[in-house]
């Protein structure tokens, strides 16, 4: 600062209106130079050993100027040092604090940032407030120039000091870095990697048009100072210390929430939202001296919040890069952008100076109003692609697949298949036959026709079933007598084709199947007979298959299950419920692929009881998912009778089958249902599954109004759940108790995982939240910062809390304070945990809870009781009778334990 009060009192006094922009653009093409070696330091030695290099060159710098000036005194020559140390003092005002910048980027993440960065500008700012009032005294001896010069060789030198003693806290260690070392290329080609990205380029855009805004208003603010002061020394060195102190004002007290509860999006909107309404403000009032309000505000805003939240962008680049990045962006763009806003300026000089006061102001206001507002867009911009990018870093942005247009073929291309099919190798022409099935690819008869009679059996088959499909009728009959000799495979492929294509209503082509010498065959056939409306034909094929269903043979009964599912018209519960109830596991297995809309009713108990056992449950839930409406309609009802029973059990296992087996809408009933499960254990899970199912069946917008409504309330869930958590005693008797909660913790982020997935499906969040749990505090610190962009910094610091706690984390809580909180609880987990954790102190104020354990329906909760009794009741008696009345239990467990207690005692 001493050195900006230094150039600005240079460049008005020594130096003519017309040549002030010049001098700008001068200084500035010497800092892009000197960034283009500071970006090739930062790649060789860090943005620390830059830092170094460039604040000795600069003292070497000043300390021959300031030489220069004692040994010229009145020779004449004093202007073109003043020119030369006008550029040194512009280079020391923005190559220092680029450097710096990259390297506090580089050690800290984002919630280090937000909590230092503050206060890192406000030490800043007293050595602001100090300079500018030095440089105001200074202003009042006749050796100023001599003075100020000394005086920032003297900070310059100080700096570099401390940089030798406290060097090693500054570096970036090589195993810290998020990405690879950085190759030692030539500069061209680092540059092409630095500007080659959509991130670097937003950056870019958002230091030049942010230069753009204030290189104008500086312009400007300069001209009419010139205008207005006399002594420049004092005044700039009175502005300085003016908009300092206001600095350390804001940065102790504001920056920090603004970072914190704002973000890095509110950092970099701020300014530019200012001098918008600054400049309409100065249009209103129609005044030249708003420029003085705009200069104060950017001096003000732009070194304690715009510049930290520049820096935070540089955050969701590798830690490597960032002294790298942040030298060329920053410290090359932003002289390079007033090096060219000066040269404009310059030959529009007429248009900025010419014409009343109003029209002064409106050109300039205007001008202004423009720039902000396109500052303000790339900003919105940068804040988007820096979430993405934290994203990639941390391994959790989705790749987007939805969009990708459907595949269409064009009619050369086919043509050229087919050509190809007709010569080729067996493996090829059995994929290409293949293709042509599923893509149901007309006009290939022929080229199918030549591997009839061939030695493949694969490329039979496909040939058979394409044929099937698309030949004429007395084509038809001729591959009928055909397939008749060939395997029992292709006779059954050759049949299914023919059901589903547009013969699949002229019997006479099944009727020839009758008489295969296959039982398999002739059952198909049959069974597709029994679907034709014509009773001769279908009484033809029921006198077949009853031979088989009725069969002593069990292999024939086999077969007729088999063939069953073919049936489409006719209830066939009766039939399956004797397979059902066969001791014969296989047949429940093919008896299962025939259940249909027709007899799901009627199968109902033994389909749920399957279920509950977990007994081909995969299968039972495709076939109910085929049933449609009515299935949803027989579980509805279901579901409405457990409620009434208050059978949480069974309403759990509905619940559960209902998700998996159907269609779930957005629905306030079923909402409603779970939760009526209450504390149920298996409730987090079975929202988890209807969050699932929901996404994929709503609409997009009244989903976003569901997910925003609810995550509120699993939040407060799951916060209960960790707070629990963090507050658990560590020792031994609360094991049970750490493993249960921290198994809730993770169902419900999970939960939450899935809701927070519907407001921003562009990340990963399943990924982001195990990377947080397992990469330390910086990972933690980036994806909070991605979760602040996803939903708002007061919810994100919620999510983390809830997800990110660990057992013992928290203020411990006593026995009895855990019982308060837990044992009104239905959980039989929480239950059982309850009384694992019971000393003999806790049992004695307790009993009574153990007792109504001891009468459960839980077994396991039973059990616990039982043991809790015996390891702490005084009273042997009661223990006696305790087990005396436990030995009848169903659960042999429980059985053994009392009766071991008894034959103990």
Not at 171 to 190: D, E, N
Not at 367 to 394: D, P
Not at 431 to 453: C, T, V
Not at 702 to 730: C, F, G, M, Q, T
């Amino acid at each position: 600062m001493t050195a900006r009060a230094t150039s600005d009192s240079f460049l008005l006094k020594y130096f003519e209106p017309a040549d002030i922009s010049l001098m700008i653009m001068s200084a500035a093409s010497l800092s892009i130079v000197l960034a283009l070696l500071s970006t090739y330091l930062c790649s060789k030695y860090q943005a620390f050993g830059a830092m170094q290099i460039t604040t000795a060159s600069l003292v070497f710098a000043l300390l021959v100027i300031v030489s220069f000036l004692f040994i010229t005194k009145g020779m004449g020559v004093e202007q073109g040092i003043f020119i030369f140390a006008y550029m040194i003092c512009e280079v020391i005002v923005i190559l220092p604090m680029v450097l710096f910048w990259g390297m506090a980027v580089g050690i800290l993440n984002p919630s280090e940032s937000k909590k230092w960065f503050g206060l890192i500008g406000a030490a800043g700012t007293c050595g602001c407030i100090l300079a500018g009032y030095t440089v105001s005294l200074a202003s009042k001896s006749e050796m100023v120039n001599e003075l100020s010069l000394g005086l920032v060789t003297i900070l310059l030198i100080s700096a570099n000091i401390i940089l030798l003693l406290k060097g090693e806290k500054l570096k970036v260690p090589t195993h810290l870095s998020s990405g690879k070392a950085v190759q030692r290329t030539s500069l061209a080609q680092k540059f092409k990697v630095l500007f080659s990205g959509r991130q670097s380029v937003l950056m870019t855009l958002l230091v030049v048009f942010s230069a753009m805004a204030l290189s104008v208003i500086d312009i400007n603010f300069k001209f009419e100072v010139r205008k207005d002061q006399e002594d420049l020394y004092d005044f700039f060195g009175l502005f300085y210390t003016y908009t300092s102190v206001t600095q350390l004002i804001l940065q102790l007290l504001i920056v920090r929430a603004i970072l914190t509860r704002g973000g890095v999006m509110a950092a970099i909107s701020i300014l530019p939202t200012l001098l918008i309404l600054t400049s309409i403000g100065a249009i209103f009032f129609g005044t030249q001296d708003a420029i003085y309000v705009g200069k104060f505000i950017t001096q003000v805003v732009f070194f304690t919040i715009e510049y930290v939240g520049l820096q935070m962008l540089f955050l969701a680049v590798s830690k490597q890069l960032r002294g790298q990045m942040n030298s060329a962006v920053d410290g090359l763009t932003r002289p390079a952008t007033i090096a060219t806003i000066s040269l404009l300026i310059t030959y529009t000089l007429p248009f900025w100076q010419s014409g009343s006061e109003s029209e002064i102001v409106l050109k300039l206001n205007f001008v202004v109003i423009f720039l902000c507002g396109c500052w303000l867009l790339i900003s919105r911009l940068n804040y988007k692609e820096y979430l993405a990018s934290l994203s990639r870093m941390l391994g959790s942005k989705k790749m987007d697949f939805d969009d990708e247009p459907q595949a269409e073929f064009d009619p050369k291309f086919i043509e050229e298949l087919k050509v190809s099919f007709r010569g080729a190798e067996a493996t090829d022409a059995q994929l290409l036959g293949e293709f042509a099935i599923q893509m149901n690819l007309p006009g290939w008869n022929q080229e199918f026709k030549s591997y009839l009679d061939s030695d493949n059996q694969a490329l039979r088959k496909n040939a058979l079933i394409y044929l099937a499909r698309y030949e004429v009728e007395n084509v038809l009959n001729l591959l009928i007598k055909k397939v008749l000799t060939d395997t029992q495979q292709i006779q059954t492929a050759f049949i299914n084709s023919l059901s589903k294509s547009d013969h699949h209503r002229e019997g006479g082509f099944f009727i020839g199947f009758l008489k295969s010498e296959y039982g398999q065959v002739q059952c198909n056939a049959a069974i597709t007979l029994m679907n034709f409306e014509d009773l001769k034909t279908r009484e033809k094929g029921e006198k077949v298959f009853n031979e088989y269903l009725y069969s002593a043979e069990d292999e024939k009964k086999q077969m007729a299950l088999r063939a069953l599912p073919r049936l489409q018209n006719l209830d066939t519960s009766l039939i399956l419920s004797n397979f059902l109830s066969d001791e014969n596991s296989k047949s429940h297995k093919l008896a299962l692929q025939s259940l249909n809309s027709l007899n799901l009713e009627s199968l109902f108990s033994r389909i749920i009881e399957m279920v509950r056992k977990n007994h081909y449950k995969s299968l039972i839930c495709q076939k109910v998912e085929q049933c449609g409406k009515i299935a949803e309609d027989i579980l509805d009802q279901k579901i409405r009778e457990s409620l009434e029973n208050k059978d949480l059990e069974e309403l759990s296992l509905l619940l559960g089958f209902r998700l998996e087996a159907t269609e779930i809408k957005k629905n306030d009933e079923f909402e409603e249902w779970l939760r009526n499960l209450g504390d149920h254990t298996a409730r987090d899970a079975l929202e988890i599954l209807y969050v699932r199912k929901i996404a994929v069946s709503t609409k997009p917008k009244e989903l976003l109004k569901w997910a925003r409504k609810n995550l509120a309330e699993v939040l407060i869930r799951a916060k209960k759940v960790s707070s629990l958590l963090s507050s658990v005693p560590d020792l031994s008797k609360f094991d049970t108790l750490t493993f249960i909660l921290t198994g809730k913790q993770r169902e419900l982020t999970k939960l939450l995982t899935e809701i927070i997935s519907i407001l921003d499906r562009s990340i990963d969040f399943e990924k982001l939240f195990e990377v947080a749990r397992k990469k330390g505090t910086d990972a933690q610190s980036e994806v909070e910062e991605v979760l602040k962009g996803a939903l708002n910094p007061k919810l994100a610091d919620e999510v983390m809390y809830a997800t990110l706690t660990t057992p013992g984390s928290g203020k411990k809580m006593e026995f009895e304070n855990l019982f308060d909180e837990l044992s009104a609880n239905s959980s039989s987990w929480y239950k059982c945990s309850l009384l694992l954790a019971m000393y003999s102190k806790n049992y004695e104020s307790h009993s009574d809870f153990v007792d109504l354990a001891l009468r459960d329906s839980d077994p396991l909760v039973r059990e616990c009781a039982l043991q809790t009794l015996i390891e702490n009741e005084k009273n042997q008696e009661k223990i006696h009778e305790s087990c005396l009345r436990m030995i009848e239990d169903e659960s042999l467990g429980i059985a053994d334990m009392a009766t071991n207690q008894i034959q103990v005692a």
